[in-house]
């Protein structure tokens, strides 16, 4: 029952469909000026992106899909005319009010993904302030802030109508070390719990392999050490996909949760080759991590930092997942046992391989068809 209703909602819920709308800001002596790249058919049609992650499951999913089937030149008058009230869901100090500079809509021909709309926004910073602050309404969803000066690059993820903090008109936000470690570990363990449902799915593939710990440890090593290289690789820039081949990795992603669930099922035995396979698949999945913390953006002064920070998070989170499933197997067999036998313990010893094999054979064939029906999604459609 806990891998169906997983499948159901991992379906439901198309993997990295959700994104934070993205501002670049800057604040100079007399002038804020930012962009800002949102939603722009989910925020007029009034869907709360707090509460719906998928816009097919709020009231005003009609609404949206109109908007989303409008030429980009209607949808860039709509903002125009609606931006005193779009204006409203902006919360700031230290600045005027904000004025609409310009729109750009992007080009998506898939009426089935989202749209993404760049708007350029500026305001006069008051004379007495040291500093601004910015965020929005928590209708809005998550936004990523991001100020950059002279190389350095402070990024906050703002939840829940947050409001930044104060961004200083020379520099940008003094962080500490520690700090900036904090804030991308979290980011990194919120990017597998609860945003990876994939990543979520293969590391489940990977639990389902077999009882012992060694194989899972071998699996999980070649699993870290692999994403760990192309996360570093791709930050850094040695390694650049472009943006339009983006959903290949996303489907060869797919892919792989499908491979080693079958593998699950027909020869659940460990060898080089399947280290390997799960090496040369992290390889893949490292990409897409990198593609999440490139949205944050990494300043020269905290680059180790924040990049390790974020691969920890990550792998407290894969790490979370595993020990979780552990944990609901060897509560289902003690639950199915106890009472039943004067001793439970040793029934929970000598049950427990048969009824994890059960679980891994089923849980294998759900995991499977979820990342089949994602590699058609994100392959062809």
């Given at each position: 029952m806990v891998a169906l209703v997983t499948m159901l909602w991992a379906v439901s819920a198309s993997a990295h469909e959700t994104q934070p709308s993205i501002a670049n800001v800057a604040v100079g002596d007399r002038l804020f000026e930012g962009d800002l790249t949102f939603n722009a058919e989910a925020l007029l049609a009034g869907i709360d992106l707090g509460v719906y992650s998928d816009t097919n499951d709020a009231p005003q999913a009609e609404e949206y899909d109109r908007l989303r089937a409008l030429p980009g030149d209607q949808l860039q008058e709509m903002i125009n005319a609606e931006w005193p009230?779009?204006?409203e869901s902006f919360q700031s100090e230290g600045m005027g009010e904000l004025e609409l500079n310009g729109v750009e809509v992007s080009v998506q021909e898939n009426l089935e993904l989202t749209r993404q709309t760049a708007i350029f926004l500026s305001a006069p910073v008051e004379a007495d302030a040291e500093g601004v602050r910015i965020g929005w309404a928590a209708e809005n969803g998550t936004l990523i802030l991001r100020q950059s000066r002279e190389g350095?690059?402070?990024?906050?993820?703002?939840?829940?109508?947050?409001?930044?903090?104060?961004?200083?008109?020379?520099?940008?936000?003094?962080?500490?070390a520690g700090e900036a470690f904090w804030r991308f570990l979290v980011a990194?363990?919120?990017?597998?719990?609860?945003?990876?449902?994939?990543?979520?799915?293969?590391?489940?593939?990977?639990?389902?392999?077999a009882l012992k710990w060694s194989p899972i440890l071998w699996q999980v090593t070649a699993f870290t050490v692999a994403h760990t290289v192309t996360l570093a690789l791709a930050t850094l820039g040695i390694i650049n996909i472009p943006d339009e081949w983006m959903w290949l990795v996303e489907a060869i992603i797919a892919l792989s949760i499908t491979w080693v669930a079958i593998e699950n099922i027909l020869q659940p035995r460990m060898g080089w080759l399947r280290p390997a396979i799960v090496f040369v698949f992290g390889l893949l999945h490292g990409l897409g991590f990198a593609s999440?913390?490139?949205?944050?953006?990494?300043?020269?002064?905290q680059f180790v930092v924040s990049l390790i920070a974020f691969n920890?998070?990550?792998?407290?989170?894969?790490?979370?997942?595993?020990?979780?499933?552990?944990?609901?197997?060897m509560v289902a067999v003690w639950a199915a046992r106890v009472g039943r036998l004067d001793d439970p313990e040793e029934a929970m010893v000598r049950d427990l391989p048969e009824m994890y094999r059960a679980n891994a054979i089923v849980g294998s064939i759900l995991i499977g068809l979820v990342g089949a029906y994602w590699f058609v999604e994100r392959a062809f459609f």
């Open positions: 009230r779009i204006r350095e690059t402070y990024a906050a993820l703002l939840q829940d109508g947050e409001v930044s903090e104060l961004l200083p008109k020379t520099g940008v936000v003094d962080e500490t990194g363990f919120e990017h597998i719990i609860p945003l990876g449902v994939d990543h979520i799915l293969f590391v489940l593939g990977l639990f389902f392999f999440v913390l490139s949205d944050f953006g990494l300043s020269q002064g920890v998070g990550v792998e407290i989170g894969q790490l979370t997942v595993i020990l979780s499933a552990f944990v609901l197997i």
